[in-house]
């Protein structure tokens, strides 16, 4: 107990690793309270002029906002303000506010704001994870015409004087890119999740950040003192002396452990007797890669093309796209990027782009399926990332496999582009590997069958960990059945490494499983050959292969395939991380 306030504990989704602790800036919704009177019918012209206006002023901060992210951020960051333009120029938004506005007499903002919120309601109700999200850009949209019309200033986050600690019920992309960079040390939200825009800000900042809190926002206010563990999603509201003692130990520990494990960042990923494997990093934007780089990755495992396709009213160009697969392929050069090709369905790309939405998208027409019934979408993409093979050593992945047949026809699309590539004299690397993601349980099981026809695999273990428990692992009702040590899963993947080295082709991992240290150690001794994870995790990973020999490795992981239950599997390998890298064992409980 601090000052007579009693300490308290919260537990959210932790979104951004690490531990802060400072005084809370708390970034309130006052400008959320609006009036509501009526008007005269001769004021209605003047009313929607306000209105124009308002909008007209939105649209100029809008650009100069994402001008800003785009020089800070890179282009990719700034697109997200797209979808803030789009609904600021959709003319059925805009056309209910005047109808309503002509109809009911009451003042545009009051008429504004129970449109703008019908909206939110509409999108916070959708099962979609990714459309759930859009909820928070049309408030932050919603929340800045408001503030014009009625001539308010948004709390400036850019201002700060001293290190401060956000809460806030929601942060916009907005919010989030003009925040003070140096003095922001982290940040806490009553909503979000781990694929909201204010988490992958987060990530890309390396800030420590936890959301979904439910109503922190209202138990905190500026000045208190709070503590953010990052890594464990935990939140501590005016902590006791002794806990902040606690904290400021374990700040302690990982300052010293972050520089024991920067001086591995050009060490290669060898174990103790002699066995290399290759550790990489996933992306999601051009911008991530000096990440990438300045945490020893020894290449790009995954680059996730998404966000291309979202937050726009059209597909992405042949040009655009190689633009950005160039970048990427030349920053890490002579290390491979592996780009894998559309992942998306009518779930998540824009109504506008004729793709109807479908009641089970995890189960539908997405991804590799979705591409070839869409060549052109997907022969566009195939070109751009043929061509700036010529730059860099790229690799070309299919993600969401579910049978031979697939890549058979996947393959037969990319020779035709490469025979077209050729008439035209553009260049592009003749001998570009083509592997695929074992995903689904259909693929693993036939993965013997699929080695035949491709250069890798990598395993997605998120979805095929997911498919094959049958658990929705955001579900917070069964999420606890997700574990990646499974026997299930694990015999899954022994199973998936056997069969490619028996084709003599490599295979790796690029699901966030390739980051849980315990299954680490398990992987290494199946042998796999590739590891791609978080940049921020790449330096732990390799401590603990090179912590370890691949004889005791090999030892565990035929044990760990003879136990029952997934309890024993995380005894086993726990035993041995915290054998072979204590420190490290003791930051991941």
């Known amino acids: 107990m601090k000052d007579g306030k009693k300490e308290i504990v919260y537990k959210g989704i932790p979104v951004s690793p690490g531990i802060v602790i400072g005084k809370v800036y708390l970034y309130d919704s006052k400008e959320d309270t ?22 007209i002023k939105t649209r100029h901060e809008l650009i100069g906002i994402q001008d800003k992210i ?48 019908k909206y939110v309601e509409l999108f916070s109700k959708m099962e ?27 709390q400036d986050l850019s201002a700060f004087k001293e290190e ?67 890594s464990h999603g935990v939140v501590t509201l005016n902590p006791s002396k002794w806990t902040q003692g606690k904290y400021s130990v374990e700040i302690s520990k990982l300052d010293r452990l972050n520089e024991k494990l920067a001086e591995l960042k050009d060490l290669p990923a060898e174990t103790l007797d002699g066995y290399r494997l290759t550790v990489s990093a996933n992306i999601e934007l051009p911008h991530d890669v000096s ?41 890490t050069y002579p ?10 369905g009518g779930d998540k790309l824009s109504p506008q782009l004729g793709v109807s939405k479908e009641m089970n998208p995890f189960l539908g027409w997405r991804a590799i399926r979705f591409c070839l019934e869409r060549q052109d979408i997907f022969r566009t993409q195939l070109k751009a990332i043929l061509r700036a093979s010529a730059i860099g050593n790229i690799k070309l992945m299919y993600p969401m496999i579910s049978s031979v047949d697939e890549v058979i026809q996947a393959n037969k699309i990319v020779e035709e582009i490469k025979v077209l590539l050729d008439k035209n004299k553009v260049s592009y690397d003749k001998e570009i590997e083509i592997g695929v993601m074992i995903e689904i349980p259909s693929a693993a099981i036939t993965s013997d069958i699929i ?65 849980d240290l315990e299954m680490t150690l398990l992987l290494v001794g199946m042998g796999i050959d590739e590891l791609s994870a978080s940049s921020i995790i790449v330096p732990e990973i390799k401590k603990v292969i090179r912590s370890a020999s691949l004889k005791d490795l090999k030892a565990l992981s035929e044990k760990a395939l003879k136990c029952k239950m997934s309890s024993q599997v995380r005894r086993l390998a726990g035993t041995v991380l915290k054998k072979v890298a204590p420190e490290l064992a003791s930051q991941s409980n």
């Open 164 to 230: 401060v600690v956000i809460v806030a019920y929601d942060l916009s992309p907005s919010d989030t890119a003009l925040m003070h960079k140096e003095l922001v040390k982290g940040f806490v939200t009553d909503i979000g999740g781990k694929t909201s825009h204010t988490a992958i800000m987060a990530r890309s900042l390396e800030i420590p950040a936890i959301v979904g809190l439910r109503d922190i926002s209202r138990k905190v206010k500026s000045g208190d003192e709070i503590i953010i563990d990052g």
């Open 70 to 117: 785009a020089k800070q951020m890179g282009a990719e960051h700034a697109e997200i303000f797209n979808a803030h333009l789009l609904f600021l120029e959709d003319r059925s938004v805009i056309e209910q506010v005047i109808k309503r506005l002509e109809k009911e007499k009451y003042n545009v903002e009051y008429i504004f704001q129970q449109v703008g919120e």
């Open 451 to 515: 080695a035949k026809h491709v250069d890798f695999f990598s395993i997605g273990t998120n979805d095929l960990i997911q498919y094959s428990i049958a658990v929705d692992r955001v579900n917070e009702k069964v999420a606890y059945l997700y574990e990646p040590a499974n026997p299930a899963v694990l015999r899954l993947i022994n199973k998936v490494i056997e069969n490619a080295h028996a084709e003599n082709i490599w295979v790796g991992m690029c699901g966030e499983m390739a980051g």
């Open 34 to 55: 609006v009036s509501r009177y009526k008007i005269k019918e001769e004021q209605i012209p003047s009313e929607i002029a306000r209105f124009e206006e308002a909008l």
């Open 291 to 331: 990440s990438v780089l300045s945490h020893g990755a020894e290449g790009i495992g995954l680059y996730r093309t998404e966000f291309f396709y979202l937050n726009r009213p059209d597909f992405p160009s042949e040009e655009e796209q190689y633009q950005a697969y160039k970048e990427v392929a030349e920053k």
């Open 335 to 344: 290390n491979p990027v592996i780009i894998r090709t559309l992942d998306l």
């Open 128 to 154: 979609d994870d990714y459309l759930k999200e859009r909820a928070s850009d049309i408030r932050d949209f919603t929340k800045r015409v408001l503030c014009n019309l009625l001539g308010r200033k948004k």
